[in-house]
């Protein structure tokens, strides 16, 4: 379990990596500094700009913006970085082995900007970060012409399965004996790892394929469907809205805004998600944020479609 200690030696840790990567002094706690580099010069510029642009760009509303995050996204994070963000590092934390994050301050500060976001605004590094997920949605819209609309009372049933993964995955780590297993099942159901790595099992490459092809037809299915860490971020997004409500007793009134239609609509057809959980104070979680809730279009009891019709 986490406990205080941890959290409480990671603080520490995080803070002497910090002192050394960003301010160039060397820090009493590391114990062997023999093979250490500073990379901050490079890293940290590319995690600023990128975070910098992406909150500019969701601020402004700016999609042209977006695409150009997810862009830098897919190439720093997936490429350079290995995939991001991944369940392993849940675990990780779970288990109170914070080596992962304090193994670089690059990786320690992504993981807090990924919580704050979280927890202030929803599920912006799904939206707008993850490399995986910047993927699939351009392919997405590169094959707009083969899009399946997937019926909404399956598509409801289909978005619970990552919470499914999810309870797997925390039960495995609970109470399964061997480790290897846990990682095991993590490396089948998170193909980014895969893929940006270049290193996998079979049945890993399997899943990176079935992915990527099934994300042409329907956007971002990996995202909607089956991935553990937005699951997690969600449970977050949905817990700290209803933190919200209790505190305010005030449910949200849904702003009504215009969504361009050449867009694509919501990339995770959420918007029908969150438009009905709106109605009990809280948020569905399925919203990657990749607007501004003044962007999207809430459909009202008696509107027509969500989407505006193109012509």
Not at 14 to 36: F, N, Y
């Amino acid at each position: 379990s986490i406990t205080s200690s941890a959290i409480s030696r990671s603080i520490k840790v995080g803070r002497d990596i910090v002192i050394s990567e960003v301010l160039s002094i060397e820090s009493t706690t590391r114990a062997d500094d023999s093979t250490w580099r500073p990379l901050w010069s490079l890293n940290w510029f590319l995690l600023l700009a990128i975070a910098l642009v992406a909150l500019s760009a969701y601020f402004l509303n700016s999609q042209t913006l977006r695409f150009v995050v997810l862009g830098m996204a897919l190439l720093f994070f997936g490429y350079l970085e290995g995939g991001g963000l991944s369940f392993h590092d849940v675990i990780n934390l779970i288990e109170g082995d914070l080596s992962v994050f304090t193994a670089t301050a690059t990786r320690f500060v992504l993981a807090c900007f990924v919580l704050l976001t979280s927890i202030l605004i929803g599920r912006f590094y799904c939206g707008w970060l993850c490399p995986f997920g910047a993927l699939t949605e351009m392919l997405s819209r590169a094959c707009k012409r083969l899009r399946f609309h997937v019926p909404s009372r399956t598509d409801k049933w289909l978005r619970l399965l990552k919470y499914l993964v999810l309870i797997i995955i925390l039960l495995a780590v609970f109470f399964a004996s061997q480790s290897h297993l846990t990682e095991g099942m993590v490396d089948v159901v998170e193909p980014f790892g895969t893929l940006f790595t270049l290193s996998g099992s079979f049945l890993a490459w399997v899943m990176v394929a079935f992915f990527l092809i099934a994300s042409v037809f329907v956007p971002r299915a990996y995202c909607r469907y089956v991935c553990p860490l937005g699951a997690f971020l969600a449970l977050i997004t949905i817990g700290v809205s209803f933190v919200r409500y209790l505190f305010s007793r005030l449910a949200p009134t849904p702003r009504h805004g215009k969504l361009d239609a050449t867009l694509g609509g919501c990339p995770m057809d959420a918007i029908l998600h969150e438009s009905s959980w709106a109605e009990m104070g809280v948020k569905s979680g399925e919203c990657i944020v990749c607007t501004p809730p003044i962007g999207c279009r809430l459909p009202e009891r008696d509107a027509g479609p969500a989407h505006p019709s193109s012509s």
